[in-house]
Every structure is written in C-alpha cells, then in structure tokens.
C-alpha cells in the first residue's frame, strides 16, 4: 500500500476517533486490565528479586556462606576460610524449651559467636546490645525470642526457660533479625542464644543434626574477588562438603519462589487480557455495525478493501495504544505502592523502580491480543459488499475472512504462547496453562453453539416470556456466545483455585491428620536408643513406636558429574539444592513399594542405594548409575540397585535416598522415630505426654505433628487467599467484557422492547422474557464453569499434587451465584434503559 492511501486511511481513522471514543470505554478497560496485570507482577517480582540482591550480604550474613550438616569446620578448614576475612559461626538446630512448670515447645535455636552480625544489626526490644541480651549473668545465660515464643508458652521478658541442659533467662525480644531469610521457614520460634550457651545444653553428641554455618565477610568485596575466594576454597577444601551460598543467591529458594508467583500473575494477567480479547473483538465488530453507512459509502465512492481495513486498523491501534499505556503506567506504579503497603510483611527494603523489560513484555502481549482479537472483524468488514452494508449490520451473516487476515490471526496466537513460553520460569506449567486456557475457550464456543441448537429445536412453550427468553437465545446476532465465553473463563479459574484449595486444606487437616503419626523424635542419640525405646513402651503404652537411624548428607556428584552441573527437571531440582535425610538399613521402608530393580540381601558389603522413582526420572538416573553423597566431611558413592515409589502423603518415615546397611558402618547416627496414638487420644494426652519426654530426655526434639499441620494450613490458606485475589483480575474482566457484550447488543433490545410494546407487550412480561433468557445463560454458564474447573481442578490435585481430590459445594453455589447476579443483573439494567426510549425514536426510521 503506498504512503499516500496509508495517509489518508491514518486521517480517515482520527476522524472516526472523534464519534468512538466512548464506545471503546470496554476496550480500554479490558487492555488496561490486562496489561496493568503483567506490567504490575513483572515489575513487583523485580522489585522483590532486586531488593533481594541489594540486601544479600545482610540477608545471608556476610559475602559468602559454607554450611555443614553434623560436623563443625576442622581447623585448616576454617584457616582456609579466614584467609579471605572475618569469618563469623552459627549453629542451627531445633529443640525442646522448656518452662518451670514444664510446658514445652519446639524451638528454632541459633548459636551465634561475638561476632554475629558481620553485616547489618539485630533489633531488640527493650534495646540493648546484643552481647550483652545473650551473656552469662548471675550463673544464667541470656537468651532471644520472638514475640511468638512468649504467647506461644504464656512467659515473658525475664523468666527462666530451660533447654537441655542449661537454663536460660528471656532479656529481650527478636524485633528484627537480619539473616532470617537465609535460615528458611521452621517450625518452631526462633531462640538466639550464644555459642558459649550451646556447649552448656549438651545437646551436640554425635549424630546431632546441626548445621554449622561460617558466614565470611570478605576483605575484598568485589565480585571477582569474591568468585576467586569460592573457587579458592573449593579447591583447598574438595571433600569438606561445603553448601555454598554467595550474596547475589543469598536466598535461592525464595528467589524460585518470588520467579514464580511472577510467572503466575503474568499468565493470570494473560488469561484476563486473553478474556479481554473477547470484549475487544465485540467493541471492534459493534463500532464496525455502527458505522456501516460511513463503510458502504467510502466502498461506494471508490474506496478499496484494503484503505477500509488500513483506516480501521489505525483507529483500533491507536485506542490499543492509549489503553496499553495507561496500563504500563499503572503497572509501573504497582511495586511503588506495594512498598508502602506491604512494608511491614517483607522482611527487607523492596526496591521499587520502573522495570523496562516487564513493561515492554506487557506491551507485547497487549498488541498481540489486540492484534490477534481485531483482524477477524475488520476483514469481515472489508469483505462486506456495499448492498449488504446499506441493509444490513455488520456480522448478521456469517462471512469467513480472506486467508492473510486467518494466517494473521494465527500468527499473533503463535507469538503470544511463544513469548510465554520464552518468559516462563517453568515452561512445563506454562504450556499446560495456556493449553488448558486454549480448551475452555474451544469448550466454551462449543457450549454456547450447543445451547443455540439445543434452544432452536426445543417445543415453543405456551407463555409468552418463556417463548420470548427462548427465541432471544438462539436468533440471530444472539449474545448468547459472549455471555458464555465472557463469564465461563474467569469462573472455571476461580473454582479450580478454590477447589484446589479444599483438597489442600482437606489434605492437610483431614486425610494426613487422621494417617499421620502424632510425633516425631528427632536427635534420640543411637547409644540411648533403647532405652528411650522403653520409657515410650513404659508412658504411652498404646500408641505405635516406629524409629530408623538417621543422617544428613548432600548430593555431591551423579555418575561423577558434579550436582552443579547437572540440569534436572524443574520439580525435581530442589532434591540438589541442600542437604537431605537419609537412612540406611536391611528392610523395605514401611509406605515404600519396590518398582524396579532389586533391594539388597543383608550380607552384601556393596554401598547401595534406592531411589524414589520419580525424582530419579527427574534427576535422569537409571539403575545401575553411581549417586555420591557428602556425609560428616565424607563423600561416599553408592550404586543404585532399585526405585520406589513412596507414599509421602502418610507422613510416616521415609527418605528420598535409602543406603544399604554396609554404606555407613561404624559412623555416628542418630535415631528417628514416630510415636502414633490410637484414635480418641486428644490434645490433652499428647502435650501431657510432651511435656514428659521434655522433661527425661531434653536433648531430644519432639515434633508434634498437629501443630506443624496447623502452621502448613495456615500457609496453604494465606497462599490461597492471594492466589484468589490475583485471579479476580481475570473475573473483573469477564464481567467488563459481558457489559460490553449486552451494552453492545442495546440496539437489539431497544428494537425489540418498541416493535413487543406496540404490538401489545407489557413492560413487566418483557422484563420476566429477558429475566429469564438471561438467567439460564447464566446457569448454564455456572454449570459449565464447575465442570471445567473441577476438571482442571482435579487434574493438578491428583497428577501435580498426588492428593485426594476433595468437591466443595460451597464453591459451585459460589460460581453459580455470582454467574446469576452478573448475567440477570447486567442484563436487566440494560433491559430497563431499553425500555425507556420512546418508541417515536425507532418507529420514524423504521
């Protein structure tokens, strides 16, 4: 097309903006929306992975982190450490508190030295320093907690609390703890004490699990010097068997964690503007109906297809591109506003900026969805022949477009899964998100195409509002279509979260609480392990007592390759990242099923493994292949004999690596163990039963399951509640496109409302006939919207999650309900204003 007729087609387009402005107000809001969404969560994450990185060496402690499970550093260890500056220690470990009365809690202990913090500062409260809240004073060391430590055993600021062996007085509460991050989310509270103080609890023996970490902050902080001192140290120590955490990945899970809730709000704000798209398309093809004297006369006067097409594509484009811009403006504001917000949540400054990478993806996913949901009216239009524009509107006949706008359409699709695919942290979710999407949307088509049929061969009922509501849903130019694609989207994603929701919570509370052991023991050393043994069979006589031994070790190397340089499937990474548990010995672990290979006789002296068989898939193993672990300072390599499949959701003792008895003869262990009491055993007989293991053996860890359970519900609830406050973008933009359908489809009813009343029809029989046509669409809707979300529900419950699936009715009354108040509501609103014209108005121009 030559500049001159793309000229004229551009001037052609501004004049038509001046008369469309308001009838776009349903475009603009879908694409802002959408885009708002994307632009918003890119930008947020950013702003949560940037402050990450700013606060790295307060987060992680120093400029470099080597922990150690079991064992503390040997001397030349930390002499090679301490060649690159100071180097501070802390321990970590869980264990029992206990109070006078002899109440007790699990506790998330941390041993520091004089050192601690090498970087930023411990806040406490009432403030002091913090040498002086954890000295020895009065035959008493001091010790901090938080806040949740003193509601949690009902003490305060000044009373004695004991743990194993020593005694322990409160002086103040942890208001801010600067390396929380990088400790990771536990089960108990935190209780800072100091190195000194952890020798006096003889609670380390061997076997214990502890992990010792040698925060380094180094002399030289530049980058390249801190890469040379890692290096350096992996050279100088290769069988110490150090984790190895740097400042810019001070927090490696967490920043997984913050990539993917930005992948799902990216592909949530995909979904609304995919939504959106809908009520693009129905702005775009109602503009067109309304301007179809001006396309038939230009057509009449010469104009060719391609100047209507270019002159209306220019007009969309320029609305698109005021809507993507307002929504790049609100989304770049987004991470500014939740830094105030969310201040107090975030346990580190945010760091708020504009984000141009977000912004330019959210544009691009903007202009594709325009692109993509425009081309198909405006080349129905241009196809349209002049006689047919002056008779009849726009889209009332069915007319396929030419084959470059149809490869079009399919080449802005293409690129909009290829762009989230590119942008995904987990291409394998994203696929099946966008796949799944694509389904409704097909499904959604089908059902409202079905409903059509199903209307037009239904006997005509006898009532008047009844034939009428039937009529309307199956004629010509119905809405039926839209209703259904509008509001089918956003309820099947909010009743798949919010039944994926209940077969958690139902998971969590019901089905592992009744299959779960009540307590785990952790730390019972092996030299006392019968005779803990005996004082189980002697105080809670009833119950199960189940025990294995027990170590910490990290996969070091698979077949000789190192673990960092192996690229497993993304949900079976997390088995490389740290250290894990692991047992040996003769027998098939109780939950376990042996699914291929062999388990080994109890006289081979060959270290063996077996392996659960899904994170083996995922991590590329096959049998026969070499796994070396780092256990105590040692790497030891085992070759993998067998699979199995385990049944993790029963909560009782399992591992994902089980080592034959010869793997680890003669090193130190400790015992793990499970205690289940018979049903009918309340809350009363276990923390009694608690407080008497506390109170005999102090040096061992007791986990009540019920409590851990309560604190994962709450986590799965407050996750849930933000997942479903995201996904209401989706939901509000369904609703934008269904009044935009029905406000598109005034013309139809205010016809309709003045040719009924003049031929008879009461204003009241007409509001029951569209009453009715727009609760059944809206039922039917519902229906479809349960069925589809608890399909894709069910899906990720049973094959992601591998958990029972749980139906919640309250949530399909839900969809139901909220399907019926928007189709009725909506509808009737328009339905009345349409009633209200004059009839003058339409009959002088019929």
């Not at 938080?146 to 509601?151: H, P, V, Y």
């Not at 069988?239 to 967490?254: C, H, N, Y």
């Not at 089918?488 to 779960?516: P, V």
């Not at 996969?555 to 390759?561: E, Q, S």
Request: aromatic content about 8%; charged content about 20%; hydrophobic content about 50%.
């Amino acid at each position: 097309m030559s500049t001159a007729r793309l000229s004229v087609a551009f001037a052609f387009a501004l004049r038509e903006l001046r008369g469309a402005k308001r009838g776009f107000g349903i475009f603009l809001a879908c694409l802002v929306l959408g885009v708002m969404s994307i632009a918003g969560g890119g930008s947020f994450a950013r702003a949560l992975t940037d402050g990450l990185a700013r606060e790295g060496r307060s987060i992680l402690g120093g400029d470099a982190a080597f922990t150690l499970i079991q064992r503390e550093a040997s001397d030349p260890e930390r002499a090679l450490l301490a060649s690159g500056g100071t180097v501070g220690r802390v321990a970590l470990m869980r264990a029992m508190a206990r109070t006078e009365s002899g109440a007790a809690t699990l506790v998330e202990m941390k041993a520091v030295d004089r050192t601690y913090p090498l970087v930023g500062s411990a806040e406490l409260a009432p403030p002091m320093p913090l040498d002086a809240a954890l000295a020895l004073k009065d035959g008493l060391y001091g010790a901090v907690v938080d806040e949740t430590f003193l509601s949690r055993l009902e003490v305060k600021v000044g009373d004695v609390i004991r743990i194993g062996e020593a005694a322990f007085q409160l002086r103040a509460v942890l208001a801010s703890e600067p390396d929380r991050l990088a400790s990771g989310v536990g089960f108990g509270p935190r209780f800072l004490i100091s190195d000194a103080a952890l020798d006096a609890t003889k609670l380390i023996q061997p076997g214990s699990l502890v992990r010792w970490s040698y925060r380094v902050r180094l002399d030289d902080p530049r980058p390249e010097a801190l890469a040379a001192f890692v290096e350096k140290v992996r050279a100088g120590a290769p069988e110490a068997g150090f984790e190895v955490r740097t400042r810019d990945a001070a927090s490696p899970q967490l920043e997984r964690n913050v990539k993917r809730i930005a992948q799902y709000l990216t592909l949530v704000g995909l979904t609304a503007l995919l939504v959106g798209g809908v009520g693009v398309a129905n702005a775009v093809s109602a503009h067109l109906a309304e301007k179809r004297e001006v396309i038939a006369t230009l057509k009449a006067l010469g104009a060719t297809r391609a100047t209507i097409f270019t002159t209306y594509l220019f007009e969309v484009a320029i609305i698109a591109g005021l809507g993507i811009v307002l929504g790049l403006v609100l989304g770049a504001a987004v991470p500014f506003v939740a830094a105030g917000v969310m201040a107090a949540y975030i346990p580190f400054p945010l760091s708020p900026h504009v984000d141009a990478v977000a912004l330019a993806f959210a544009a691009l996913y903007g202009a594709l969805v325009t692109f993509a949901f425009t081309l198909w009216p405006l080349a129905r239009a241009q196809e349209a022949p002049v006689s047919a524009l002056f008779r009849d509107e726009i889209g009332a006949r069915r007319r396929w477009p030419r084959w470059p706008a149809l490869v079009g359409c399919a080449a802005a699709v293409v690129a909009l899964v290829a762009v989230a695919l590119v942008t995904a942290e987990d291409q394998r979710s994203a696929l099946i998100f966008l796949a799944a999407s694509a389904a409704v949307f097909l499904l959604l088509r089908l059902v409202a195409l079905g409903i059509m049929a199903l209307a037009r061969r239904l006997p005509r009922p006898r009532g008047t509002m009844a034939r009428l509501a039937l009529a309307n849903i199956h004629r010509p130019g119905a809405l039926t279509p839209t209703v259904v694609l509008s509001l089918g989207l956003g309820l099947s994603l909010l009743t798949a979260i919010a039944l994926i929701d209940r077969s958690l919570t139902q998971e969590i509370s019901g089905s592992l609480a009744e299959k779960a052991p009540s307590f785990f023991f952790v730390d019972v050393p092996s030299s006392e392990q019968e005779a803990f043994a005996a004082f189980i069979a002697t105080h809670a006589p009833e119950a199960a007592y189940k025990s294995v031994p027990m170590l910490r070790g990290r996969i070091t190397a698979l077949n000789d390759v190192p673990a960092e340089e192996v690229k497993p499937a993304p949900d079976a990474a997390w088995v490389l990242q740290s250290d894990r548990g692991i047992s040996f010995g003769n027998e098939v672990p109780e939950g376990s099923t042996v699914v291929a290979g062999r388990w080994w006789s109890p006289d081979e002296p060959e270290a063996q493994v077996s392996f659960d068989r899904k994170l083996a898939e995922g991590l590329g193993l096959k049998l026969g292949d070499s796994v070396t672990v780092n256990v105590l300072g040692r790497s030891i390599t085992a070759k993998l004999t067998n699979f199995r499949d385990v049944k993790w959701e029963r909560l009782g003792i399992n591992f994902v690596m089980q080592f034959s008895p010869a793997t680890f003869a003669g090193a130190p262990y400790s015992v793990l163990a499970t205690l289940t009491f018979p049903e009918g055993a309340g809350s009363a007989r276990e923390l009694a039963f608690m407080r008497e293991v506390a109170a005999a053996y102090p040096a061992v860890t007791t986990v009540r399951v019920k409590e851990a359970l309560d604190q994962a519900n709450k986590m799965v609830g407050d996750l849930a509640f933000g997942i479903r406050i995201a996904s209401l973008v989706t939901l509000l933009t369904s609703i934008l496109v269904l009044a935009g359908a029905l406000a598109a489809g005034h013309q139809h009813r205010v016809y309709d409302a003045v040719i009924l009343k003049t031929l008879g029809a009461t204003r009241r029989s007409l509001v029951g006939a569209y009453a009715l046509e727009y609760a059944g669409l809206g039922l039917v809707t519902a229906v479809f919207a349960i069925g589809a979300g608890a399909l894709a529900a069910y899906f990720v419950v049973t094959r992601v999650m591998t958990i029972a699936f749980t139906f919640a009715p309250g949530a399909a009354l839900g969809a139901v309900v909220l399907a019926l108040v928007f189709t009725v509501g909506f509808g009737l609103v328009g339905t009345w204003r349409a009633l209200s014209q004059p009839p003058v108005r339409v009959l002088r121009h019929l």
